[in-house]
């Protein structure tokens, strides 16, 4: 994929998308030592239709000490729908939450942004650093709130999951978010690497646990399915969106 390919479908996208991707990028340069993460030759970048509409996949994917694989996805379906997709998979060495982001919008409005820290710890309990942090943000106020799904107990007490409704809200859910992935990237940088075999075994649990829960979007699932078949539908959500198994 050209550097052009990558640049035009985010200058393409709803300004909040746009902006949110710059910012992830941008704190995670500022905050870590990133690597390129190998992607699949032909998962990097995809074409497919959707109802007679094009489809465009674009992923971005880096790894570095104490991530195996941060990963920036960005969707476009015809003019009308835009997606952006983040997830930070820890090394196993490292007992820290999954940060997911994900917004779903276009034709000039966000229906639904969502962003979290999400514990892998054995009980679901975030880290103390990463509570006292969290804890000591200042409330945001949001007109309308979003139900998690069924399959949602992989989320935390502080997840945010919002239909941002004008600019200030925008504005402020895009704070949030750097605000969450600065401290997630300032904590993890400070967190000493496990060293026992069960620790280790309990984070490579929790992990799988998240990707597990996460496959069962079936919004996400059925999308793909329509464009590009089942199979490779499976392959994608396995390997690139949630991969415990290559852990």
């Given at each position: 994929?050209?550097?052009?390919?990558?640049?035009?479908?985010?200058?393409?996208?709803?300004?909040l998308i746009h902006n949110l991707a710059d910012c992830i990028e941008a704190v995670w340069r500022d905050n870590l030592d990133l690597s390129p993460y190998q992607v699949p030759e032909d998962l990097g970048y995809v074409e497919g239709?959707?109802?007679?509409?094009?489809?465009?996949?674009?992923?971005?994917?880096?790894?570095?000490?104490?991530?195996?694989?941060?990963?920036?996805?960005?969707?476009?379906?015809?003019?009308?729908?835009?997606?952006?997709?983040?997830?930070?998979?820890?090394?196993?060495?490292?007992?820290?939450?999954?940060?997911?982001?994900?917004?779903?919008?276009?034709?000039?409005?966000?229906?639904?942004?969502?962003?979290?820290?999400?514990?892998?710890?054995?009980?679901?309990?975030?880290?103390?650093?990463?509570?006292?942090?969290?804890?000591?943000?200042?409330?945001?106020?949001?007109?309308?709130?979003?139900?998690?799904?069924?399959?949602?107990?992989?989320?935390?007490?502080?997840?945010?999951?919002?239909?941002?409704?004008?600019?200030?809200?925008?504005?402020?859910?895009?704070?949030?978010?750097?605000?969450?992935?600065?401290?997630?990237?300032?904590?993890?940088?400070?967190?000493?690497?496990?060293?026992?075999?069960?620790?280790?075994?309990?984070?490579?649990?929790?992990?799988?646990?998240?990707?597990?829960?996460?496959?069962?979007?079936?919004?996400?699932?059925?999308?793909?399915?329509?464009?590009?078949?089942?199979?490779?539908?499976?392959?994608?959500?396995?390997?690139?969106?949630?991969?415990?198994?290559?852990?």
């Amino acid at each position: 994929m050209t550097q052009a390919t990558q640049v035009s479908l985010r200058e393409q996208q709803y300004p909040l998308i746009h902006n949110l991707a710059d910012c992830i990028e941008a704190v995670w340069r500022d905050n870590l030592d990133l690597s390129p993460y190998q992607v699949p030759e032909d998962l990097g970048y995809v074409e497919g239709a959707l109802e007679g509409e094009r489809l465009v996949i674009e992923n971005h994917c880096y790894k570095t000490p104490q991530f195996r694989k941060l990963h920036l996805e960005l969707a476009r379906v015809g003019n009308g729908l835009d997606i952006l997709h983040c997830v930070m998979f820890p090394n196993p060495e490292y007992g820290i939450p999954i940060f997911g982001a994900d917004l779903v919008g276009g034709r000039g409005s966000i229906s639904a942004a969502i962003v979290d820290l999400s514990p892998v710890h054995p009980e679901r309990a975030l880290p103390r650093s990463y509570y006292n942090a969290l804890s000591n943000l200042p409330a945001l106020q949001f007109e309308q709130t979003r139900e998690l799904p069924q399959w949602g107990d992989i989320f935390s007490d502080f997840c945010l999951f919002v239909r941002p409704m004008g600019d200030r809200e925008e504005a402020d859910f895009l704070q949030r978010v750097r605000e969450y992935l600065t401290l997630h990237c300032q904590l993890a940088v400070a967190t000493e690497p496990l060293t026992t075999s069960l620790e280790i075994e309990q984070v490579l649990a929790g992990q799988r646990y998240y990707c597990e829960k996460q496959q069962q979007n079936d919004k996400t699932r059925r999308v793909l399915e329509k464009s590009f078949g089942t199979e490779w539908t499976e392959r994608y959500m396995t390997t690139m969106l949630f991969d415990f198994a290559t852990v």
